[in-house]
């Protein structure tokens, strides 16, 4: 097993590689000279201009910034600073604490709604409930979280509190501690919600179907220990795997929900340092995204092999 | 899978008992997996419902002055007197915060989603189904740098890789074709993956190993033998990921960086209308509708072509 991580991750050192380069070259051509703007209104003495685009290695060749750049990140963990001479990773470091609540947070609330709605489907499968669990996920699916986002913003957010004088979902910011992030997090879990019931309905049916649920039946045990002993647990899973490579996608996907809910996460920041032309925080971001994704991948398929004992790397 | 052969008809097995006499010629009909497909779609109710929401949609899309006698670009229909004025005769939806009238922009908006979502899927169907079909079907070398190129763009977040690209790319002049690029960029992946998996189980089979038997070239195995044996597959992908790649479109015009206005786009009509969402939630509420009913749509017509195409997975 260890042999098998090691070797998956040096093969994910190109994707790295390729994946910030590619980042790079985008941010590199962002239009508008960066220097000029911290100017401001008034033209910048050109002596300074100059000094400044010596140190920020702004006159090299798009491969030799690149090189600059991802050595000082592997090798000292430097992610650069920014034209206002801020350091990037002071920057991103609170960002990305409420970017990872928020995708926990809606892990947690896709776990429970989604594995609960599946099972529930699994089991009455045929009947009127499975059939409107199913459209309900259809529903999920099509609105887009844009829509939800708003509309439970005004409905749960405001209306309710105007109505029953219930404060329970703050509409913004993150000054209620967990609370704060529990409408964020449900837009946010919206679709993968969906899916997660589909494939927990799906999993679960077929494992119902082998033969050592028949056996178990046989064997006389109650319905409630075959459907959480012999089914659920192998059903489990698909669904297990599937949750780890969300967290990737949750917070790759966060930027929407937090500039409706004006979360100061990762999303919010790159948003606005890609209007600020802040390059070297827009890359940071990025960077560590793909790390996430890149891990997350690696533990799932790791999480695979520990699960089902069937399945062996080398 | 043995069931689907290269374009050809299915040859019935010799041992089927005899049909009933009035069906006999019938049975002698050859019967593709389209042309069982789409006997099996007709009588879904839900495929005929989600064609008919995109028939509607498409003619709003082609003729939109049919359902509005408003000219939505024609500044002079606008009053900034009645600003987000409610429902009234003549403006059945009301007017936007610039006064002007909320349903015509709804009905011309429908363009802009349809053309884009449309343009996405094909091509990023025909660049990540070629790639795929390529990287498939010779395998090696070949396979595993195309491989390795996907997993890069796969790694990129997609709403915020088609951020940056949206971003740098705003003053390229290219109007809605941008998004559509972006969108490209970032979504062929998927189609690759399915392209190439499906590929490379229909390599192996009978009928390819006594094609190229018979001599026929790399060229005419792909197109002729693999192809159409992986195109379901891709079709079903394909048509799932339409509603995805609208509402993407409408998350890139919240942002700012997919339709530029005066173009309309129902995600720019989001953007504007949500600075008075608290206090006049209609002019946001109708295009987050027409929104959700196109997504719904297209995703609708994916799970019923994907039940039709693939009966394993019912």
């Known amino acids: 097993m260890g042999r098998y991580i090691i070797r998956r991750l040096l093969q994910s050192i190109p994707v790295l590689l390729g994946a910030t380069l590619l980042i790079f070259a985008i941010v590199f051509a962002l239009p508008g000279d960066p220097i000029a703007a911290l100017a ?9 201009v100059a000094i400044l685009r010596e140190q920020y290695h702004l006159n ?52 429970l709604i989604g594995v609960g709605l599946g099972l529930w489907a699994a089991l009455k499968r045929g009947k009127a409930i499975d059939t ?4 309900s996920t259809l529903l999920l699916i099509s609105v887009p979280t844009l829509v939800s986002g708003f509309v439970l913003q005004f409905l749960l957010g405001v209306r309710l509190k105007l ?23 449900f837009v946010l879990a919206g679709v993968s ?20 649920i028949r056996t178990a039946t046989a064997k006389g045990l109650p319905r409630r220990r075959v459907v959480a002993r012999h089914g659920l647990r192998n059903a489990l899973i698909p669904l297990v795997t599937f949750l780890g490579a969300d967290l990737g996608n949750l917070m790759g996907g966060a930027v929407i929900t937090e500039r409706i809910f004006n979360l100061p996460g990762i999303g919010n920041q790159l948003f606005m340092s890609v209007y600020l032309r802040e390059q070297p925080v827009v890359v940071g971001i990025v960077t560590i995204l793909v790390l996430i994704y890149i891990l997350a991948n690696l533990a799932v398929d790791v999480m695979y092999a520990v699960l089902d004992p069937r399945i062996r790397y080398e | 899978m043995s069931d689907i052969r290269p374009g050809g008809p299915v040859i019935a097995p010799e041992e089927t008992p005899v049909p009933k006499p009035q069906k006999k010629e019938k049975a002698a009909k050859p019967a593709s997996l389209w042309s069982d497909a789409w006997h099996d779609l007709r009588r879904r109710p839900i495929f005929i419902i989600s064609l008919c929401i995109i028939a509607v949609l498409a003619l709003m899309a082609l003729w939109p002055s049919l359902f509005s006698s408003v000219d939505p670009f024609n500044a002079r229909t606008c009053e900034l007197a009645t ?25 011309y908006g429908a363009a802009n989603s349809l053309v884009i979502g449309i343009s996405t899927t094909v091509f990023a169907a025909l660049i990540g189904g070629l790639m795929g079909l390529i990287a498939g079907f010779f395998g090696g070398g070949v396979d595993s740098v195309a491989s390795r190129i996907t997993e890069i763009f796969f790694a990129i977040p997609s709403i915020l890789g088609a951020l940056l690209i949206g971003s ?21 992946p998927m189609t690759f993956r399915i392209m190439r998996a499906a590929v490379i189980t229909a390599k192996s089979q009978d009928f390819v190993v006594a094609a190229r038997a018979l001599g026929a070239g790399p060229v005419r195995i792909m197109f002729r033998h693999l192809l159409p044996n992986a195109l379901a597959p891709v079709i079903v992908v394909a048509t799932i990921n339409l509603g995805g790649f609208i ?26 209308a949500q600075r008075r969402f608290l206090e006049a939630p209609l002019p946001l509420i109708f295009p987050a509708v027409f929104l959700s009913i196109t997504v719904l749509a297209f995703i609708m017509l994916g799970d019923a072509v994907r039940d039709a195409l693939d009966p394993k997975l019912r």
């Open chain 1, 40 to 48: 401001g209104e008034k033209r910048a003495d050109p002596n300074i």
């Open chain 1, 60 to 111: 090299d060749p798009l491969l030799l910034q690149y090189w600059y750049y991802i050595s000082g990140v592997i090798f000292r963990a430097d992610f650069g600073v920014t034209f206002a001479d801020v350091p990037v990773s002071q920057i991103m470091a609170g960002k990305f604490q409420v970017t990872l609540n928020l995708a926990i947070t809606a892990l947690v609330i896709e776990a």
């Open chain 1, 132 to 135: 409107m669990i199913l459209a």
């Open chain 1, 163 to 185: 109505w029953t004088g219930l404060d329970i979902f703050p509409i913004a910011g993150i000054t209620e501690g967990f609370r704060s992030y529990l409408l964020p997090g």
């Open chain 1, 193 to 212: 919600i969906a899916y997660l019931t589909r494939l927990t309905r799906t999993s679960l049916a077929e494992t119902l179907r082998a033969d050592y």
């Open chain 2, 83 to 107: 600003a987000r004025q409610g429902p009234s005769t003549g403006h059945p939806f009301g007017r936007d915060n610039l006064g002007c009238d909320l349903y015509a922009r709804t009905i």
């Open chain 2, 168 to 188: 740098t790319f705003r003053d390229s002049g290219w109007g809605i074709w941008l998004v559509v690029a972006a969108l490209t960029i970032l979504g062929w």
């Open chain 2, 247 to 272: 509402a993407a479109e409408a998350a890139l015009s919240y942002l700012g960086v997919g339709v530029q206005p005066p173009e309309i786009s129902w995600g720019l009509m989001i953007a504007d």
